[in-house]
């Protein structure tokens, strides 16, 4: 892609999705600038010191943008406001920013597929009613609305149980899982880096515009799987399982879109030495 594509705004640059996508935009070619404070960005990124809670700090980043691509987010901590302070207000912040200074500019936005009802009686779909309980998908749920209402060209991305490169996400889960006590045989959708940049690159071209699309993997996986893959197995159960669509997400509108995930399945990252 030239570079003439013009600027490229991402939040979140130093976080575990973020950090990985940035380097394959690089590669690719795209003309990127990361919102930081004080933190260092990959080689070929311009650092742009600012603050999602400082709306005049905002102006001077996404001035002359095309694209910005927010992925930062308060995801698993104990402090609620800060969950909802980052994620809703710091959204609203940014959305306001681009809608006084780039209007023209294509806003995508990273969200999640734990807006799904834990009851839910199929994969969560894209127009399932929502109403999620915890702090971190009810947060994104508003932030999404501000957007969906912002009149800006802009796209939701809902991504999975996000994995590999190294990012220790997939070893994390045991302890997780324990913690929740989830049932072994649960199955989880999954998403790989390299497919989080599949599917920016389709929100990049357009092809998501003015759509909230899950994006996943093509085999939802167990639990039980998940953990002998790290080597930290589960106690195995046949009790029955409820709530079998939890975390498991329907991405029957990315494939209808052109998705395709090159890492089709936890296996194939495994076999591949890509987690």
């Known amino acids: 892609m030239d570079r003439q594509f013009g600027k ?12 990985r996508l940035l380097p394959r935009l690089v590669e690719a070619g795209y003309n990127c600038s990361a919102l930081v404070r004080g933190k260092e960005v990959a080689a070929g990124v311009t650092a742009i010191e600012g603050d999602l809670f400082d709306p005049a700090t905002l102006q001077a980043a996404v001035k002359d943008v095309k694209v910005i691509i927010h992925l930062a987010a308060v995801f698993r901590s104990p ?6 302070k980052s994620n809703l207000e710091g959204t609203r912040n940014l959305i306001d920013t681009v809608k006084s200074n780039a209007p023209d500019a294509r806003f995508i936005f990273a969200s999640t597929s734990h807006v799904y009802d834990k009851n839910n009686p199929h994969p969560g779909r894209e127009d399932d009613a929502l109403n999620p309980q915890h702090a971190y998908p009810a947060s994104k749920v508003a932030a999404e609305k501000e957007l969906r209402e912002s009149g800006l060209n802009w796209s939701v991305l809902r991504f999975p149980f996000v994995y590999g490169d190294g990012d220790g996400h997939l070893e994390d889960l ?33 092809a998501m515009d003015g ?54 399945t936890v296996y194939q990252a495994a076999q591949e030495n890509l987690l």
């Open 174 to 206: 045991p302890k997780h899982v324990t913690a929740s006590n989830f049932h072994p045989a649960m199955r989880v959708s999954t998403i790989h880096h390299r497919d989080i940049y599949t599917a920016i690159m389709m929100a990049l071209q357009g």
């Open 211 to 264: 759509r909230i699309v899950n994006i996943a993997d093509e085999a939802p996986t167990t639990l039980y799987e998940l953990l002998q893959l790290v080597g930290e197995p589960m106690v195995s159960s046949a009790e029955p399982l409820m709530n079998p669509w939890y975390l498991h997400a329907d991405a029957s509108l990315a494939r209808s879109l052109g998705f395709q995930a090159s890492v089709r």
């Open 79 to 84: 402090d609620t406001d800060l969950i909802w």
């Open 8 to 19: 490229i705004l991402v939040t979140g640059a130093t976080g575990l999705v973020g950090s």
